[in-house]
């Protein structure tokens, strides 16, 4: 259905509105010229979002963990001042 198709080409654009740096600026541009020509289809934008976290999302995961890693407490100290 084109109805559906260009609602969730929008949705998909949005996203793309809030990605940026680095590689994914090359890789976001290919994918919207795609979109715009109808080479690139995606069903919904999950399935977008699920590509988008498998190319780029490491990054993200290892970022969180490093976090995780400064919050953890030995006994009163931080992890920081424990080492």
Do not use: C, H
Not at 37 to 49: D, P
Not at 51 to 77: D, I, N, T, Y
């Amino acid at each position: 259905m084109k109805m559906r198709k260009e609602f969730v080409e929008g949705q998909i654009q949005w996203i793309l509105s809030y990605v940026q740096g680095g590689a994914v600026d090359v890789w976001k541009e290919n994918v919207m010229e795609k979109l715009k020509s109808g080479e690139l289809e995606y069903e919904s934008a999950e399935e977008f979002l699920t590509s988008l976290k498998r190319k780029f999302g490491r990054g993200e995961e290892e970022s969180v963990k490093a976090a995780e890693l400064r919050k953890l407490e030995q006994g009163e100290k931080t992890i920081e001042e424990f080492v």
